[in-house]
């Protein structure tokens, strides 16, 4: 049976969240259970001792009870979060929209990377473009538990990779570290003599490609049921305050002013918080649940957060005990220092030389404001308190908290302006009052559809051209910046409309005298149309004797440009009966081919092997001596209504937009010597084909003036 988790007030937990209860206890066992909560509440205010990783526990003969809770797709989508940094929800076509969980606009739910704004992750962490993080509500199980198994939904293409944290509190407000899981179905095993009974995820997403990601779709977590009862004495035993561990480390100067931490936060000038090398202590950003005291030989000491990971490693708790990596390494001492003596063969977890023996890193305002340091790093060694892991053993004099830095002005966007426009180009400019880079938005309609690539170059003077324009079109477009403080600036909708696009003289000619060519005197309109006589079929014949239609001459189109037109079916008098053909099969494509021979046609097609009941987008041909056959989803073009194609060519690359979306891959072809050609083709003989190329229109330069 599914139950709402129930919310007390003033409880953290939302409420569509998911708990799953376990075995049902016996009476005998309700009667226990009683007096274990008793102790557990005894527990909960009495400060925890620090947490450890733990094997399976011995002398258990019992069986163990579970509760399982569940965070849904639809909870990530509708904001069940507690932070997140460069994630947005997934939906089909929009998938370079800046929007920070934008509003949900397909069956697709979950979350992916922001692919406008790609984030590094910390160096150390592998040779990753892109990274995101987001963290869940906590949530309040209703009995004690010290382990829990996290189960995730995701789809990760190659190149992706999602992680997951898991952490345990038993108040909700002082948490345990967080256990890092890399294997899906991981366990997150907190401290045997201990008991928990609020728990919290963290899913990190990677990709190596700034536009490739995984897709997160939810994650389930699996907790056991601890009999308090048989914990009371390790806990009570347990319960004296602990002094939290210092150690001496050495230390460089973060700087990276600009630069993005691994929970998100844009590193300002003169900035407070430290870098520590293990994702177990990361604060959300704004959060300072995982904090240290440095204090310098000259007796200075300062309190910081942990806001990002490294340096040199991303695994290396060296601070805990016991250690979760380099086991073989005293507690107390980073990788990074034994690596520049030799140890690891010098290297990091992650294969990379290590050429410091710094153990942390801090941010300029703690290092040189705070700390009174100078330089870029340390001579000697400097005191660091893991206040997390215990009491304070230097609490007074306490600074102070560092005063927050003043907010940035207010960023704004001037100055747009369309200049260059032509049948498919366009240049826009504007000007940013703080460094940004810079994308446009652009399509038929405030739906927009397009988008430019982005210019990561951080400026306040933008221009970004656009080369893939309909002639003779007006569109609605906006342009965007991003700057370093995380404004994102967006104008409003404006318009601008093309030129009109170029003709060129066409060669009809028929390789089957049944199928008919007409074409217009400015060359925008051609029609193929008409019932195949030879008799043969179009794939066990070399001839090429099952098409016809209209080419353009030797050494007229550029090596570099584009082509719009409409293929449109013939209807009857009434308009109505619309078909691009009838029978077995047909075909109606545009041809690209070059002086070597090679052949490429893109367009539609019904055929009883490939589309049976309706057409589909082909792209067939040969290159380089090697066939080229893509076929698109069967019977998804609508046979009685007009298609719109736009193909750009430049630099031996073809990309095709079809209908006004783009289409997922492009085709090589050399552009040296093209010929164009308008055609159709049936398969057998009797079958017909009926399409009319219309609005044909080359862009601006892609007709050579004789």
């Given at each position: 049976m599914r139950e709402n988790l129930i919310v007390r007030q003033g409880s953290p937990i939302a409420t569509r969240h998911r708990l799953y209860p376990?075995?049902?206890l016996t009476r005998t066992l309700l009667v226990a259970m009683m007096l274990n909560l008793l102790i557990s509440i005894l527990l909960v205010a009495t400060p925890g001792a620090k947490a450890e990783p733990i094997g399976p526990q011995s002398g258990q003969n019992h069986q163990e009870n579970f509760q399982t809770i569940a965070f849904e797709a639809t909870d990530l989508t509708g904001g069940d979060y507690s932070s997140v940094s460069n994630l947005q929800n997934q939906f089909v076509g929009r998938s370079l929209m800046p929007a920070w969980f934008a509003s949900q606009n397909s069956a697709t739910i979950g979350v992916r990377l922001d692919s406008s704004h790609p984030t590094s992750p910390p160096m150390w962490s592998g040779a990753w473009a892109n990274f995101g993080m987001m963290t869940g509500q906590p949530a309040q199980l209703n009995q004690s538990f010290n382990s829990v198994t996290a189960t995730w939904n995701a789809h990760t293409p190659a190149d992706t990779a999602v992680e997951l944290d898991i952490r345990a509190s038993k108040d909700g407000q002082r948490w345990t570290l967080w256990n890092v899981l890399t294997v899906n179905g991981g366990i997150a095993q907190f401290e045997q003599s201990s008991t928990y009974l609020y728990v919290q995820y963290?899913?990190?997403?990677?990709?190596?490609?700034?536009?490739?990601?995984?897709?997160?779709?939810?994650?389930?977590?699996?907790?056991?049921?601890?009999?308090?009862?048989?914990?009371?004495?390790?806990?009570?035993?347990?319960?004296?305050?602990?002094?939290a561990p210092t150690f001496q480390?050495?230390?460089t100067r973060e700087g990276l002013v600009g630069g993005t931490t691994a929970n998100g936060h844009v590193i300002r000038s003169h900035d407070h918080f430290v870098s520590l090398p293990s994702w177990t202590a990361l604060n959300d950003p704004g959060k300072y649940d995982y904090q240290v005291r440095i204090t310098t030989p000259a007796g200075v000491s300062a309190v910081a957060p942990v806001w990002d990971t490294g340096p040199w490693n991303f695994h290396d708790d060296y601070w805990h005990s016991p250690r979760h990596e380099f086991k073989d390494l005293p507690v107390g001492v980073p990788e990074a220092e034994r690596a520049v003596k030799g140890y690891n063969g010098g290297l990091n977890e992650a294969g990379s030389p290590v050429y410091m023996s710094s153990g942390i890193d801090i941010a300029d305002g703690t290092f040189w404001d705070d700390l009174k340091l100078g330089g870029a790093s340390t001579d000697g060694r400097l005191s660091v308190t893991f206040l997390w892991e215990g009491s304070d053993p230097n609490p007074a004099p306490t600074p102070a908290p560092p005063p927050v830095p003043a907010p940035p002005a207010k960023a704004t966007l001037s100055g747009l302006v369309t200049s260059s426009i032509g049948s498919n180009t366009a240049t826009f400019k504007w000007q940013t009052s703080t460094a940004a880079n810079a994308w446009v938005e652009y399509g038929f309609s405030t739906k927009y559809d397009q988008f430019s690539p982005i210019?990561?170059?951080?400026?306040?003077?933008?221009?970004?051209?656009?080369?893939?324009?309909?002639?003779?079109?007006?569109?609605?477009?906006?342009?965007?910046?991003?700057d370093t403080n995380n404004n994102e600036l967006m104008s409003s909708d404006m318009t601008f409309a093309t030129a009109g696009g170029q003709t060129a003289p066409l060669t009809l000619w028929q390789h089957d005298k049944g199928i008919g060519v007409e074409v217009t005197k400015q060359y925008d309109n051609v029609i193929v149309a008409g019932g195949r006589i030879n008799n043969s079929y179009w794939n066990d014949n070399p001839a090429d004797d099952f098409n016809a239609g209209a080419t353009t001459p030797v050494n007229l189109v550029a090596a570099n440009g584009n082509l719009d037109f409409d293929m449109t079916p013939t209807c009857n008098d009434k308009g109505q009966n619309c078909t691009f053909g009838f029978g077995s099969g047909y075909k109606a494509y545009v041809q690209f081919n070059n002086y070597k021979g090679d052949i490429v046609r893109v367009g539609l097609i019904h055929a009883a092997g490939i589309s049976p009941n309706a057409g589909t987008l082909m792209v067939e041909g040969t290159v380089d001596g090697k066939s080229v056959n893509q076929y698109y989803p069967a019977d998804t073009v609508d046979i009685t209504k007009p298609h719109h194609l736009h193909l750009n060519w430049f630099n031996k690359q073809l990309s095709i937009v079809f209908d006004y979306a783009a289409h997922p891959t492009s085709v090589t072809i050399a552009g040296d010597g093209l010929q164009i050609t308008f055609a159709g083709a049936a398969r057998a003989k009797d079958d017909i084909v009926a399409t009319n190329f219309q609005n044909i229109a080359f862009g601006d330069g892609t007709v050579i003036a004789k």
């Open positions: 376990g075995k049902t963290r899913a990190r997403l990677f990709s190596k490609f700034a536009d490739v990601s995984p897709l997160f779709e939810g994650v389930q977590l699996t907790a056991n049921v601890r009999n308090v009862s048989t914990l009371a004495v390790a806990n009570i035993a347990s319960a004296a305050p602990q002094t480390v050495y230390a210019n990561g170059n951080l400026t306040t003077s933008h221009s970004l051209q656009v080369f893939d324009l309909t002639p003779n079109h007006t569109y609605h477009f906006r342009v965007h910046s991003h």
